[in-house]
């Protein structure tokens, strides 16, 4: 069955940067978007960007523009989105989601929590 | 950035209900929405694309209505297991943008 199966945990202290893994499964990695949503505690959901498997195109949201970089990696079916200059807002569950366009996600990871703290 | 308003915030409800969640765009999207349902310690799940198109394995009760700025969300008769935050989403201009949720609690 399909699934998409996200690292774990991160802890990290301002300035520094993390790089949170999507692996896919149960279905063809290259046929779908990935897009990257985050929650921040008790919060709403914001977008961040998408990536094509396929070719490796991006786009992200412009606030995180310069901050975050989208990347995967086919022989593995495997999505990573990193972010760096971490700040203490940026604690939030890291979600991906396929997408079977740039527009809405159809299934979503299991999220990894970030938290950001000195 | 396109704001995206629900409303209301928390909605208190009993099984059997027929329950309304709106929506409203600080623009119009034509019918670039999504909706979707997230429970507590869970990532969210699709429902609703397209405004009105109902997404593969989602209950019949669940309804999606709305084009421009206006949008709803019905559950025609809600369902113990429909007791969750719901989330509208737009996909008409970068960036997409989120509802601040509807929490539906049970009465």
């Known amino acids: 069955q399909m699934q998409l199966v996200q690292s774990g945990a991160e802890v990290k202290k301002p300035g520094a940067s993390v790089k949170v893994s999507c692996k896919a499964s149960g279905y063809t990695f290259t046929g779908y978007y990935m897009h990257w949503v985050r929650q921040a505690p008790g919060q709403g959901l914001e977008w961040m960007g998408w990536?094509?498997?396929?070719?490796?195109?991006?786009k992200y949201a412009q606030k995180f523009q310069g901050r975050v970089t989208m990347t995967r990696d086919r022989s593995i079916d495997t999505a990573y989105m990193e972010l760096s200059s971490l700040r203490s807002d940026d604690t939030a569950i890291y979600y991906c989601?396929?997408?079977?366009?740039?527009?809405?996600?159809?299934?979503w990871g299991q999220g990894s929590l970030v938290t950001v703290s000195s | 950035d396109i704001q995206m308003t629900q409303s209301p915030s928390t909605l208190s409800a009993s099984v059997g209900d027929r329950v309304t969640i709106t929506c409203r765009a600080s623009?119009?999207?034509?019918?670039?929405l999504a909706w979707y349902q997230q429970k507590p310690g869970k990532a969210p799940n699709l429902l609703i694309y397209r405004a009105s198109s109902l997404e593969s394995g989602v209950p019949s009760s669940f309804s999606g209505s709305g084009s421009g700025t206006e949008f709803t969300l019905t559950i025609s008769s809600l369902q113990p297991d429909d007791f969750a935050t719901y989330y509208c989403q737009q996909f008409y201009s970068y960036p997409w943008t989120f509802g601040q949720g509807t929490k539906v609690e049970i009465k």
């Open positions: 989601a396929r997408g079977p366009n740039s527009y809405w996600t159809d299934y």
């Open positions: 623009q119009s999207i034509s019918t670039w």
């Open positions: 990536i094509i498997p396929k070719t490796g195109g991006t």
